[in-house]
């Protein structure tokens, strides 16, 4: 059995040069421990924004029409609501006024976790918006301070530009990003549905969709992703049989066996009674193999040992 310490790897995080402060102007630092029976007093703005301060019942207020997360961290949305709950809303909710209403231009990540924890109302700062504006904010937001998944993104991206009938070189300038990580996003919409699912998903990475969309056609990109997928593959290792098959070195990717199902099933077994990664690689020219056991601390690697059985003498 071969256990290995997973490389930690500093992700960077994308950033945008202009943020909610380039688009709704300067904005205060958060004031400490605001809850829901505050005054709007509390509230600071400036006047030149046209931002009025108050507090709403929170059925009075409506999700952003204009969104592009359609999928919400459970988890992430359970933190925020204890929080909430021992706290308070610390920075108000920014709303515009509708016919009905009010709908969010940002901050629906503490709408629905106040929902959540049952508050009735909920600190606000209402502007005046465009639904142009709506949807730039809304896309601001997202990208700039939580990680889109990677069809999210390009469908923002996408509509980004189709709203503002931009190119993408003028949308990455607007946006603050590098023109290259707009336009990898945007090929990733060419891929077949079912694997855009296994990105939504986050099966595969932004990595992996990159290398397969090298591939010639379809078939060879369900194929690898596929493969990928039921092998854990790194994108590393998705780019290496990627370059063979381009250079003409390999068989066809359409010949690379996907791991047997039983395989696959014990994996997962193994890794629910672990509670982490493994991979099991067997040889196919022989009855040997390798059981891969992920470890990323010191702690972990002797909880690890002590739940096989083992102990580790000092």
Not at 202 to 207: A, I, K, N, T
Request: charged share 30%.
């Amino acid at each position: 059995m071969e256990a290995k310490m997973s490389e930690t790897k500093k992700i960077k995080k994308p950033h945008l040069g202009r943020g909610l402060e380039a688009l709704l102007g300067p904005m205060t630092k958060q004031t400490p421990n605001l809850d829901n029976s505050e005054t709007a007093s509390k509230f600071p703005t400036d006047p030149k924004l046209q931002l009025f301060q108050s507090e709403l019942p929170i059925d009075q207020i409506e999700a952003n029409p204009y969104q592009p997360r359609t999928v919400w961290d459970e988890q992430q949305l359970d933190t925020l609501m204890q929080s909430i709950k021992e706290n308070g809303i610390i920075q108000p909710i920014i709303v515009r006024k509708n016919t009905d209403g009010y709908e969010i231009i940002a901050g629906e990540r503490r709408y629905r976790a106040a929902c959540m924890a049952g508050l009735e109302k909920v600190p606000v700062l209402e502007r005046k918006a465009t639904d142009d504006e709506m949807l730039e904010l809304a896309l601001v937001e997202n990208i700039h301070r939580t990680d889109l998944n990677p069809i999210e993104r390009a469908k923002a991206y996408q509509r980004f530009i189709d709203t503002f009938n931009l190119s993408q070189t003028e949308a990455a300038k607007r946006l603050g990003e590098d023109r290259t990580v707009v336009a990898n996003h945007l090929r990733i919409l060419n891929l077949p549905t079912d694997i855009k699912n296994m990105l939504s998903d986050q099966r595969l990475s932004m990595g992996h969709a990159r290398a397969i969309l090298a591939l010639p056609n379809d078939d060879l990109r369900r194929k690898l992703a596929n493969r990928a997928m039921a092998g854990r593959l790194s994108v590393r290792e998705v780019e290496r049989l990627v370059r063979k098959h381009l250079e003409g070195k390999s068989e066809k990717v359409v010949h690379i066996k996907e791991k047997e199902a039983h395989i696959v099933d014990l994996e997962r077994r193994l890794q629910t009674l672990l509670g982490t990664k493994v991979n099991i690689k067997p040889n196919k020219r022989s009855n040997r193999g390798r059981i891969i056991i992920d470890y990323h601390s010191i702690d972990e690697f002797d909880r690890l040992t002590e739940q096989i059985g083992l102990t580790v003498e000092e």
